[in-house]
Protein backbone atom coordinates (compact mmCIF):
# COMPACT_ATOMS: atom_id res chain seq x y z
CA UNK A 1 0.00 0.00 0.00
CA UNK A 2 1.43 3.60 -0.76
CA UNK A 3 1.77 6.61 1.26
CA UNK A 4 -0.81 8.15 0.23
CA UNK A 5 -3.55 5.28 0.01
CA UNK A 6 -2.53 4.68 3.67
CA UNK A 7 -2.63 8.27 4.39
CA UNK A 8 -6.24 8.01 2.90
CA UNK A 9 -7.63 4.81 4.69
CA UNK A 10 -6.44 6.50 8.26
CA UNK A 11 -8.08 9.57 7.50
CA UNK A 12 -11.72 8.20 6.31
CA UNK A 13 -11.84 5.95 9.28
CA UNK A 14 -11.13 8.85 11.45
CA UNK A 15 -13.39 11.22 9.90
CA UNK A 16 -16.10 8.17 9.61
CA UNK A 17 -16.07 7.79 13.32
CA UNK A 18 -15.86 11.47 14.44
CA UNK A 19 -19.00 11.71 12.12
CA UNK A 20 -21.03 8.87 13.24
CA UNK A 21 -20.21 9.84 16.53
CA UNK A 22 -21.71 13.60 15.68
CA UNK A 23 -24.90 12.51 14.20
CA UNK A 24 -25.14 9.54 16.51
CA UNK A 25 -25.05 11.81 19.97
CA UNK A 26 -27.02 14.63 20.20
CA UNK A 27 -25.05 16.02 23.04
CA UNK A 28 -21.92 16.39 20.49
CA UNK A 29 -24.14 18.25 17.58
CA UNK A 30 -26.65 19.67 19.56
CA UNK A 31 -23.98 23.07 21.04
CA UNK A 32 -22.75 22.82 17.21
CA UNK A 33 -26.34 23.46 15.65
CA UNK A 34 -27.08 25.54 19.23
CA UNK A 35 -24.91 28.46 19.23
CA UNK A 36 -25.35 29.42 15.77
CA UNK A 37 -28.79 29.53 15.75
CA UNK A 38 -28.94 30.90 18.85
CA UNK A 39 -26.17 33.79 17.31
CA UNK A 40 -28.25 34.35 14.24
CA UNK A 41 -31.62 35.04 16.06
CA UNK A 42 -30.66 37.39 18.82
CA UNK A 43 -28.58 39.61 16.61
CA UNK A 44 -30.26 39.62 13.56
CA UNK A 45 -33.55 39.58 15.26
CA UNK A 46 -32.53 41.93 18.75
CA UNK A 47 -30.16 44.43 16.27
CA UNK A 48 -31.77 44.74 13.24
CA UNK A 49 -32.65 48.14 14.23
CA UNK A 50 -28.89 49.27 13.60
CA UNK A 51 -29.27 48.77 10.16
CA UNK A 52 -30.85 52.28 10.17
CA UNK A 53 -28.21 54.01 10.76
CA UNK A 54 -26.63 56.64 8.57
CA UNK A 55 -24.14 54.93 6.57
CA UNK A 56 -24.87 51.79 7.25
CA UNK A 57 -24.69 50.13 3.49
CA UNK A 58 -25.98 46.25 3.00
CA UNK A 59 -29.31 46.85 1.03
CA UNK A 60 -29.69 42.92 1.20
CA UNK A 61 -30.73 43.25 4.85
CA UNK A 62 -29.65 43.32 8.66
CA UNK A 63 -30.64 39.18 8.21
CA UNK A 64 -27.87 38.71 5.90
CA UNK A 65 -25.54 40.67 7.36
CA UNK A 66 -25.81 38.82 10.57
CA UNK A 67 -26.16 35.61 8.61
CA UNK A 68 -22.55 36.33 6.60
CA UNK A 69 -20.84 36.42 10.14
CA UNK A 70 -22.68 33.48 12.09
CA UNK A 71 -21.80 31.45 8.97
CA UNK A 72 -17.73 32.01 9.86
CA UNK A 73 -18.85 31.86 13.64
CA UNK A 74 -20.29 28.40 13.05
CA UNK A 75 -17.34 27.50 10.86
CA UNK A 76 -15.15 28.55 13.61
CA UNK A 77 -16.31 26.84 16.57
CA UNK A 78 -17.25 23.81 14.88
CA UNK A 79 -13.22 23.61 14.54
CA UNK A 80 -13.16 24.52 18.02
CA UNK A 81 -15.89 21.83 19.12
CA UNK A 82 -13.51 18.97 16.98
CA UNK A 83 -10.85 20.03 19.31
CA UNK A 84 -12.33 19.04 22.15
CA UNK A 85 -13.24 16.17 20.70
CA UNK A 86 -9.73 14.95 20.28
CA UNK A 87 -8.58 15.72 23.51
CA UNK A 88 -11.80 13.78 24.63
CA UNK A 89 -10.47 11.42 22.89
CA UNK A 90 -6.91 11.58 24.47
CA UNK A 91 -8.35 12.09 27.78
CA UNK A 92 -10.29 8.69 27.32
CA UNK A 93 -7.26 6.52 25.55
CA UNK A 94 -8.24 5.83 22.44
CA UNK A 95 -6.21 8.26 20.72
CA UNK A 96 -2.71 6.66 21.77
CA UNK A 97 -4.61 3.42 20.78
CA UNK A 98 -5.11 5.02 17.62
CA UNK A 99 -1.58 6.64 17.55
CA UNK A 100 -0.59 3.02 17.84
CA UNK A 101 -2.47 1.44 15.08
CA UNK A 102 -2.42 4.07 12.59
CA UNK A 103 0.51 3.77 9.90
CA UNK A 104 0.36 7.22 8.96
CA UNK A 105 -0.72 9.74 11.93
CA UNK A 106 -0.92 12.49 10.10
CA UNK A 107 -3.72 10.79 8.52
CA UNK A 108 -5.60 11.23 11.81
CA UNK A 109 -5.45 14.96 12.04
CA UNK A 110 -6.84 15.12 8.18
CA UNK A 111 -9.56 12.82 9.26
CA UNK A 112 -10.43 15.02 12.06
CA UNK A 113 -10.80 18.16 9.55
CA UNK A 114 -13.07 15.95 7.49
CA UNK A 115 -15.11 15.21 9.90
CA UNK A 116 -15.28 18.73 11.37
CA UNK A 117 -16.29 19.71 7.54
CA UNK A 118 -19.44 17.53 7.26
CA UNK A 119 -20.48 18.84 10.65
CA UNK A 120 -20.11 22.19 9.24
CA UNK A 121 -21.87 21.47 6.53
CA UNK A 122 -24.35 20.26 7.97
CA UNK A 123 -24.66 23.25 10.86
CA UNK A 124 -24.54 25.77 8.17
CA UNK A 125 -27.17 23.89 6.54
CA UNK A 126 -29.84 24.29 9.07
CA UNK A 127 -28.72 27.87 9.76
CA UNK A 128 -29.33 28.73 6.41
CA UNK A 129 -32.80 27.08 6.44
CA UNK A 130 -33.64 28.83 9.52
CA UNK A 131 -32.82 31.62 8.01
CA UNK A 132 -34.63 31.29 5.18
CA UNK A 133 -37.86 30.87 6.99
CA UNK A 134 -37.26 33.69 9.17
CA UNK A 135 -37.02 36.03 5.55
CA UNK A 136 -33.24 36.36 4.68
CA UNK A 137 -33.22 37.90 1.65
CA UNK A 138 -30.16 36.55 -0.69
CA UNK A 139 -28.99 38.68 -3.96
CA UNK A 140 -26.12 36.47 -4.41
CA UNK A 141 -26.11 33.90 -7.12
CA UNK A 142 -25.80 29.98 -6.77
CA UNK A 143 -21.86 30.43 -7.47
CA UNK A 144 -21.78 33.16 -4.68
CA UNK A 145 -23.71 31.07 -2.10
CA UNK A 146 -20.98 28.18 -2.77
CA UNK A 147 -18.20 30.65 -2.58
CA UNK A 148 -19.84 31.40 0.78
CA UNK A 149 -19.88 27.92 1.68
CA UNK A 150 -16.36 27.05 0.40
CA UNK A 151 -15.46 30.15 2.67
CA UNK A 152 -16.63 28.83 5.77
CA UNK A 153 -15.18 25.15 4.97
CA UNK A 154 -11.40 26.64 4.65
CA UNK A 155 -12.14 28.80 8.07
CA UNK A 156 -13.53 25.25 9.72
CA UNK A 157 -10.50 23.54 8.36
CA UNK A 158 -8.13 26.12 9.50
CA UNK A 159 -9.78 26.58 13.26
CA UNK A 160 -9.93 22.61 13.66
CA UNK A 161 -6.03 22.53 12.48
CA UNK A 162 -5.71 25.26 15.17
CA UNK A 163 -8.17 23.02 18.16
CA UNK A 164 -6.02 19.65 17.04
CA UNK A 165 -2.94 21.28 17.64
CA UNK A 166 -3.78 22.08 20.99
CA UNK A 167 -5.84 19.20 22.15
CA UNK A 168 -2.72 16.86 21.17
CA UNK A 169 -0.16 18.95 22.81
CA UNK A 170 -2.13 19.69 26.23
CA UNK A 171 -4.29 15.97 25.74
CA UNK A 172 -6.62 16.95 28.90
CA UNK A 173 -10.44 18.69 27.92
CA UNK A 174 -9.12 21.08 30.07
CA UNK A 175 -7.40 23.04 27.05
CA UNK A 176 -10.74 23.86 26.20
CA UNK A 177 -10.47 28.04 26.97
CA UNK A 178 -7.41 27.63 24.87
CA UNK A 179 -8.88 26.34 21.60
CA UNK A 180 -11.54 28.24 22.25
CA UNK A 181 -10.55 32.15 23.54
CA UNK A 182 -8.28 33.03 20.76
CA UNK A 183 -10.89 31.91 17.99
CA UNK A 184 -14.22 33.92 20.23
CA UNK A 185 -11.71 37.34 20.75
CA UNK A 186 -10.89 37.32 17.03
CA UNK A 187 -14.40 37.01 15.85
CA UNK A 188 -15.73 39.68 17.92
CA UNK A 189 -12.43 41.93 17.52
CA UNK A 190 -14.24 42.13 13.74
CA UNK A 191 -17.28 44.12 12.32
CA UNK A 192 -19.92 42.19 13.94
CA UNK A 193 -22.46 44.36 14.24
CA UNK A 194 -22.51 47.05 11.61
CA UNK A 195 -19.56 47.43 8.50
CA UNK A 196 -16.01 48.40 9.14
CA UNK A 197 -16.40 52.49 8.70
CA UNK A 198 -19.36 52.27 11.51
CA UNK A 199 -16.78 50.76 14.28
CA UNK A 200 -15.81 53.17 16.48
CA UNK A 201 -12.74 53.09 18.68
CA UNK A 202 -9.55 51.39 19.27
CA UNK A 203 -11.70 48.25 17.93
CA UNK A 204 -11.82 50.05 14.71
CA UNK A 205 -7.78 49.88 14.36
CA UNK A 206 -7.72 46.47 15.38
CA UNK A 207 -10.16 45.29 12.95
CA UNK A 208 -8.63 47.15 10.31
CA UNK A 209 -6.00 44.32 10.37
CA UNK A 210 -7.57 41.42 11.67
CA UNK A 211 -8.16 39.05 9.29
CA UNK A 212 -11.25 37.90 10.30
CA UNK A 213 -12.70 41.63 8.67
CA UNK A 214 -11.47 40.52 5.18
CA UNK A 215 -13.39 37.33 5.67
CA UNK A 216 -16.36 38.89 7.35
CA UNK A 217 -16.32 41.36 4.32
CA UNK A 218 -16.03 38.67 1.77
CA UNK A 219 -18.69 36.72 2.86
CA UNK A 220 -21.14 39.45 2.80
CA UNK A 221 -20.13 40.02 -0.46
CA UNK A 222 -21.38 36.66 -1.56
CA UNK A 223 -24.64 36.95 0.13
CA UNK A 224 -25.25 39.72 -1.84
CA UNK A 225 -24.13 39.55 -4.74
CA UNK A 226 -21.32 41.82 -4.89
CA UNK A 227 -17.86 39.88 -3.95
CA UNK A 228 -15.31 41.82 -2.51
CA UNK A 229 -11.75 41.26 -0.87
CA UNK A 230 -12.18 37.68 -2.31
CA UNK A 231 -8.41 38.00 -3.01
CA UNK A 232 -7.16 39.56 0.29
CA UNK A 233 -9.31 36.62 2.06
CA UNK A 234 -7.85 33.59 -0.04
CA UNK A 235 -4.41 35.02 0.68
CA UNK A 236 -5.26 35.08 4.34
CA UNK A 237 -7.00 31.99 5.25
CA UNK A 238 -4.16 30.43 2.84
CA UNK A 239 -1.72 31.78 5.58
CA UNK A 240 -3.19 30.86 8.23
CA UNK A 241 -3.67 27.45 6.90
CA UNK A 242 -0.11 26.81 6.28
CA UNK A 243 0.22 27.96 9.48
CA UNK A 244 -1.75 25.84 11.37
CA UNK A 245 -0.56 23.22 9.69
CA UNK A 246 2.53 23.40 10.72
CA UNK A 247 0.91 23.70 14.45
CA UNK A 248 -1.18 21.02 13.72
CA UNK A 249 2.10 18.78 12.22
CA UNK A 250 3.74 19.89 15.72
CA UNK A 251 1.02 18.65 18.04
CA UNK A 252 1.44 15.08 16.02
CA UNK A 253 5.37 14.98 16.87
CA UNK A 254 4.04 16.06 20.60
CA UNK A 255 1.70 13.39 21.45
CA UNK A 256 4.12 11.28 19.49
CA UNK A 257 7.03 11.37 22.17
CA UNK A 258 4.45 11.20 24.99
CA UNK A 259 3.77 7.80 24.01
CA UNK B 1 -32.69 24.49 73.49
CA UNK B 2 -31.91 24.04 69.96
CA UNK B 3 -29.62 21.81 68.53
CA UNK B 4 -26.67 24.50 67.93
CA UNK B 5 -27.59 26.19 70.88
CA UNK B 6 -26.41 23.08 72.46
CA UNK B 7 -23.21 22.93 70.86
CA UNK B 8 -23.13 26.44 71.74
CA UNK B 9 -23.10 27.91 68.21
CA UNK B 10 -25.56 30.42 66.77
CA UNK B 11 -27.59 30.29 63.66
CA UNK B 12 -25.11 33.40 63.16
CA UNK B 13 -21.65 31.46 63.46
CA UNK B 14 -23.12 28.24 61.66
CA UNK B 15 -23.54 31.36 58.78
CA UNK B 16 -20.41 33.08 59.12
CA UNK B 17 -18.24 30.44 59.32
CA UNK B 18 -20.28 28.20 56.13
CA UNK B 19 -19.80 32.01 54.09
CA UNK B 20 -16.49 32.15 55.16
CA UNK B 21 -15.35 29.27 53.70
CA UNK B 22 -17.32 29.85 50.78
CA UNK B 23 -15.84 33.29 50.30
CA UNK B 24 -12.09 31.68 50.84
CA UNK B 25 -12.85 29.25 48.56
CA UNK B 26 -13.06 32.24 45.83
CA UNK B 27 -10.55 33.79 46.80
CA UNK B 28 -8.48 30.83 46.73
CA UNK B 29 -9.26 29.79 43.15
CA UNK B 30 -7.84 32.95 40.83
CA UNK B 31 -9.79 31.57 38.19
CA UNK B 32 -12.93 31.85 39.66
CA UNK B 33 -12.39 35.20 41.21
CA UNK B 34 -10.46 36.92 37.28
CA UNK B 35 -12.18 35.15 34.61
CA UNK B 36 -16.34 36.14 35.55
CA UNK B 37 -15.31 39.52 36.03
CA UNK B 38 -12.50 40.28 33.29
CA UNK B 39 -14.75 38.53 30.49
CA UNK B 40 -17.75 40.81 30.86
CA UNK B 41 -15.29 43.56 30.96
CA UNK B 42 -14.15 42.51 27.72
CA UNK B 43 -17.20 42.29 26.37
CA UNK B 44 -18.81 45.69 27.28
CA UNK B 45 -15.21 46.96 25.54
CA UNK B 46 -16.01 45.30 22.23
CA UNK B 47 -19.25 45.87 22.02
CA UNK B 48 -19.65 49.86 23.13
CA UNK B 49 -17.34 50.04 19.84
CA UNK B 50 -19.00 47.94 17.44
CA UNK B 51 -22.13 49.62 18.52
CA UNK B 52 -21.71 52.79 18.86
CA UNK B 53 -23.18 53.55 15.82
CA UNK B 54 -26.88 52.78 17.32
CA UNK B 55 -26.11 55.85 19.52
CA UNK B 56 -27.11 57.81 15.63
CA UNK B 57 -30.37 56.07 15.44
CA UNK B 58 -33.26 59.26 16.86
CA UNK B 59 -34.52 57.95 19.49
CA UNK B 60 -31.82 56.27 21.01
CA UNK B 61 -31.84 57.01 24.44
CA UNK B 62 -27.83 57.95 25.39
CA UNK B 63 -25.07 59.96 23.71
CA UNK B 64 -22.51 56.77 23.86
CA UNK B 65 -23.28 52.92 23.61
CA UNK B 66 -21.07 52.70 27.11
CA UNK B 67 -23.34 54.34 28.81
CA UNK B 68 -26.00 52.21 27.73
CA UNK B 69 -24.59 49.54 27.65
CA UNK B 70 -22.73 49.61 31.24
CA UNK B 71 -25.60 46.94 32.45
CA UNK B 72 -24.86 44.21 30.56
CA UNK B 73 -21.60 43.73 32.96
CA UNK B 74 -23.69 43.85 36.16
CA UNK B 75 -25.77 40.62 34.74
CA UNK B 76 -23.15 38.82 32.95
CA UNK B 77 -21.04 39.37 36.50
CA UNK B 78 -24.35 38.12 38.02
CA UNK B 79 -24.51 35.03 35.95
CA UNK B 80 -20.93 34.16 36.48
CA UNK B 81 -21.51 34.29 40.32
CA UNK B 82 -24.75 32.07 40.15
CA UNK B 83 -22.63 29.61 38.28
CA UNK B 84 -19.85 29.66 40.29
CA UNK B 85 -21.72 29.06 43.88
CA UNK B 86 -23.99 26.92 41.95
CA UNK B 87 -21.14 24.91 41.07
CA UNK B 88 -19.49 24.85 44.25
CA UNK B 89 -22.55 23.54 46.32
CA UNK B 90 -22.94 20.60 43.63
CA UNK B 91 -19.19 19.77 44.35
CA UNK B 92 -20.03 20.25 48.13
CA UNK B 93 -23.23 17.92 47.30
CA UNK B 94 -21.34 15.27 45.13
CA UNK B 95 -17.91 14.94 47.19
CA UNK B 96 -20.42 13.84 50.86
CA UNK B 97 -19.39 17.56 52.28
CA UNK B 98 -22.92 17.99 52.29
CA UNK B 99 -23.73 14.39 54.36
CA UNK B 100 -21.38 15.47 56.33
CA UNK B 101 -23.04 18.89 57.54
CA UNK B 102 -26.02 17.13 57.79
CA UNK B 103 -25.13 14.95 61.03
CA UNK B 104 -24.17 17.99 62.28
CA UNK B 105 -27.10 20.65 64.30
CA UNK B 106 -25.97 23.10 61.55
CA UNK B 107 -29.77 24.30 60.59
CA UNK B 108 -30.98 24.32 57.30
CA UNK B 109 -31.61 28.09 56.82
CA UNK B 110 -27.68 28.43 58.39
CA UNK B 111 -26.74 26.10 55.30
CA UNK B 112 -28.42 28.00 52.19
CA UNK B 113 -27.46 31.59 53.18
CA UNK B 114 -23.87 30.59 54.27
CA UNK B 115 -23.81 28.71 50.57
CA UNK B 116 -25.11 31.40 49.36
CA UNK B 117 -21.82 33.82 51.33
CA UNK B 118 -19.50 33.16 48.29
CA UNK B 119 -21.82 34.39 45.56
CA UNK B 120 -22.71 37.57 47.08
CA UNK B 121 -18.90 38.35 47.82
CA UNK B 122 -18.75 37.97 44.24
CA UNK B 123 -21.79 39.83 43.14
CA UNK B 124 -20.63 42.55 45.75
CA UNK B 125 -16.77 42.45 44.51
CA UNK B 126 -17.71 42.75 40.52
CA UNK B 127 -20.53 45.25 41.54
CA UNK B 128 -18.13 47.67 42.95
CA UNK B 129 -15.66 46.90 40.29
CA UNK B 130 -17.55 47.59 37.26
CA UNK B 131 -18.82 50.84 38.74
CA UNK B 132 -15.73 52.11 38.94
CA UNK B 133 -14.03 50.99 35.84
CA UNK B 134 -17.01 52.44 33.71
CA UNK B 135 -16.61 55.80 35.54
CA UNK B 136 -12.74 55.30 34.97
CA UNK B 137 -14.01 55.27 31.40
CA UNK B 138 -15.92 58.36 31.20
CA UNK B 139 -19.83 57.01 31.90
CA UNK B 140 -21.65 59.37 33.79
CA UNK B 141 -24.24 58.24 36.38
CA UNK B 142 -27.35 60.58 35.85
CA UNK B 143 -28.65 59.69 39.45
CA UNK B 144 -25.56 61.14 41.04
CA UNK B 145 -23.34 59.80 43.98
CA UNK B 146 -26.65 58.77 45.95
CA UNK B 147 -27.87 57.04 42.71
CA UNK B 148 -24.57 55.01 42.06
CA UNK B 149 -24.93 53.76 45.42
CA UNK B 150 -28.40 52.41 44.45
CA UNK B 151 -27.37 50.85 41.47
CA UNK B 152 -24.60 49.08 44.08
CA UNK B 153 -27.62 48.05 46.54
CA UNK B 154 -29.33 47.09 43.13
CA UNK B 155 -26.66 45.03 41.35
CA UNK B 156 -26.23 43.27 44.51
CA UNK B 157 -29.46 42.26 44.99
CA UNK B 158 -30.21 41.19 41.36
CA UNK B 159 -26.88 39.03 41.71
CA UNK B 160 -28.19 37.47 45.20
CA UNK B 161 -31.47 36.37 42.91
CA UNK B 162 -29.31 34.78 40.12
CA UNK B 163 -27.23 32.94 42.83
CA UNK B 164 -30.64 31.86 44.83
CA UNK B 165 -31.17 30.38 41.37
CA UNK B 166 -27.98 28.68 40.49
CA UNK B 167 -28.39 27.55 44.39
CA UNK B 168 -31.71 25.93 43.43
CA UNK B 169 -30.42 24.22 40.36
CA UNK B 170 -27.22 22.77 42.47
CA UNK B 171 -29.74 21.31 45.04
CA UNK B 172 -32.23 20.01 42.62
CA UNK B 173 -30.01 18.50 40.59
CA UNK B 174 -26.41 17.97 42.35
CA UNK B 175 -24.11 17.83 39.88
CA UNK B 176 -21.81 20.25 38.82
CA UNK B 177 -22.52 19.10 35.15
CA UNK B 178 -26.22 19.70 35.48
CA UNK B 179 -25.15 23.60 37.27
CA UNK B 180 -22.98 24.10 33.70
CA UNK B 181 -26.01 22.89 31.54
CA UNK B 182 -28.10 25.69 32.45
CA UNK B 183 -25.68 28.27 32.23
CA UNK B 184 -26.37 28.89 28.28
CA UNK B 185 -30.28 29.49 29.50
CA UNK B 186 -29.06 31.86 31.30
CA UNK B 187 -27.38 33.61 28.25
CA UNK B 188 -30.46 33.04 26.40
CA UNK B 189 -32.44 34.70 29.36
CA UNK B 190 -30.10 38.31 29.02
CA UNK B 191 -29.59 38.23 24.93
CA UNK B 192 -33.20 37.59 24.35
CA UNK B 193 -33.80 40.75 26.65
CA UNK B 194 -33.15 44.92 26.24
CA UNK B 195 -29.59 44.08 27.16
CA UNK B 196 -28.25 45.14 24.11
CA UNK B 197 -31.05 47.68 22.59
CA UNK B 198 -33.79 49.64 23.52
CA UNK B 199 -36.73 48.18 23.76
CA UNK B 200 -38.46 50.38 21.60
CA UNK B 201 -36.10 49.94 18.56
CA UNK B 202 -36.41 46.90 18.71
CA UNK B 203 -37.93 46.02 15.08
CA UNK B 204 -38.82 42.83 14.98
CA UNK B 205 -42.16 42.37 16.81
CA UNK B 206 -41.67 38.43 18.22
CA UNK B 207 -38.41 39.68 19.72
CA UNK B 208 -39.69 42.85 21.54
CA UNK B 209 -42.69 40.77 22.78
CA UNK B 210 -40.53 38.25 24.27
CA UNK B 211 -37.90 40.86 25.93
CA UNK B 212 -41.35 42.52 27.39
CA UNK B 213 -41.90 39.49 28.45
CA UNK B 214 -38.32 38.93 29.66
CA UNK B 215 -37.64 39.40 33.65
CA UNK B 216 -33.94 40.54 32.67
CA UNK B 217 -35.23 43.28 30.80
CA UNK B 218 -36.75 44.91 33.74
CA UNK B 219 -33.37 44.19 35.93
CA UNK B 220 -31.53 45.50 32.91
CA UNK B 221 -33.32 48.58 32.80
CA UNK B 222 -33.33 49.29 36.33
CA UNK B 223 -29.90 49.60 36.35
CA UNK B 224 -29.64 51.28 33.48
CA UNK B 225 -31.72 53.91 34.36
CA UNK B 226 -29.81 55.16 37.07
CA UNK B 227 -27.05 55.49 34.68
CA UNK B 228 -28.46 57.34 31.37
CA UNK B 229 -32.02 58.65 33.10
CA UNK B 230 -31.62 59.63 36.47
CA UNK B 231 -34.05 58.39 39.04
CA UNK B 232 -37.02 56.34 37.62
CA UNK B 233 -39.44 55.43 40.17
CA UNK B 234 -41.08 52.46 37.69
CA UNK B 235 -37.83 50.94 36.64
CA UNK B 236 -36.38 50.88 39.78
CA UNK B 237 -39.56 49.52 41.05
CA UNK B 238 -39.75 47.03 38.43
CA UNK B 239 -36.45 45.70 38.77
CA UNK B 240 -35.67 45.63 42.70
CA UNK B 241 -40.02 44.31 42.66
CA UNK B 242 -38.51 41.26 40.33
CA UNK B 243 -35.16 40.50 42.03
CA UNK B 244 -37.18 40.30 45.40
CA UNK B 245 -39.45 38.15 44.18
CA UNK B 246 -37.32 35.75 42.44
CA UNK B 247 -34.87 35.58 45.58
CA UNK B 248 -38.37 34.62 47.57
CA UNK B 249 -38.73 32.35 44.96
CA UNK B 250 -35.92 30.80 44.50
CA UNK B 251 -35.00 30.60 48.12
CA UNK B 252 -37.93 28.76 48.70
CA UNK B 253 -37.56 26.13 46.16
CA UNK B 254 -33.92 25.89 47.33
CA UNK B 255 -35.26 25.35 51.40
CA UNK B 256 -37.51 22.93 49.47
CA UNK B 257 -34.66 20.72 47.77
CA UNK B 258 -32.32 20.73 50.82
CA UNK B 259 -35.05 19.23 52.82
CA UNK B 260 -35.94 16.76 50.69
CA UNK B 261 -31.73 16.39 49.89
CA UNK B 262 -31.23 15.74 53.43
CA UNK B 263 -34.31 13.16 54.07
CA UNK B 264 -32.41 11.06 51.05
CA UNK B 265 -29.09 10.86 52.85
Known sequence: ?259 | MTAAAATGSSTLTQVGLLAGRAVSHVLRQPAQLVFPIAFPLVLLAVNSSGLDAATRLPGFPAASYLDFALAIPFMQGALFAALNGGQDLARDIQNGFLDRLALTPMSGGALLAGQLGGALFMGIVSAVLYLVVGVLFGVGIASGVAGALVLLVLAITISFAFACFGTFVALRAGSGEAVQGFFPLFFVLLFLSSAFFPRDLIEQDWFRTVATYNPVSYMVEGIRSLVITGWDGQALAQAFGISAIAIVFFLVLSSRALRTRLLRT
Open chain 1, 1 to 259: MSKLARTRSVALSVAWRGIHNAFTNPAILLPSVMFPLFFFVAFAGGLSGVQHTPEFNFPTGYSAFQFAFVSIQAAAFGGVFTGFSIAADFEYGFARRLMLAAPNRGGIVIGYVIAAMVRAVFVLGVVFTAALISGMNIDGSLANMLSLLALALAVSATATLWAAGIAMRMRTMQAGPIMQMPIFILMFLAPVYVPLPLVAGWVHDVATFNPVTAMLEAARGFISGEPTKVAITAACLAGMFALTVVWARGGVRSAERAG
